[in-house]
């Protein structure tokens, strides 16, 4: 059974820094595009940061750009998203994502909130 495990979530005063983890079990780590969204409230999911399998080549969205930074460490099946100079924008809740692009798979996270107060 594949399972995607976030933490880290919170409340944060603006400019604070967070750092989310997703711990993954139940399927072959290395294969897979690895991904943080974000939803608020009102507003449709949308795709933070990513980070491929074997590479590790990251990409982002243009709003957090220079703020987040996506890693994973294969070895222990997880993977991070370090957000720092956090805005009040930024207050969502966060989900970690699977996907095996090669054969469209996907698997989701439950999602951790995180709050940006000023």
């Known amino acids: 059974q594949v399972q995607l495990v976030e933490s880290g979530g919170g409340l944060v005063q603006v400019g604070g820094s967070l750092t989310l983890s997703c711990a993954v079990s139940?399927?072959?780590?290395?294969?897979?595009?690895m991904s943080w969204y974000r939803q608020a409230p009102g507003k449709e999911r949308e795709l933070v940061a990513s980070?491929?399998?074997?590479?590790?080549?990251?990409n982002y969205a243009e709003s957090v750009e220079g703020r987040f930074t996506s890693s994973r460490d294969n070895a222990k099946k997880q993977v991070i998203l370090q957000m720092s100079s956090l805005k009040p924008e930024d207050t969502a809740v966060y989900y970690c994502?699977?996907?095996?692009?090669?054969?469209?798979?996907?698997?989701w996270g439950q999602g951790t909130q995180v709050t940006v107060s000023s």
């Open positions: 994502h699977a996907r095996r692009v090669s054969l469209g798979y996907e698997h």
């Open positions: 980070i491929t399998g074997n590479r590790g080549t990251t």
């Open positions: 139940g399927l072959t780590f290395d294969y897979w595009r």
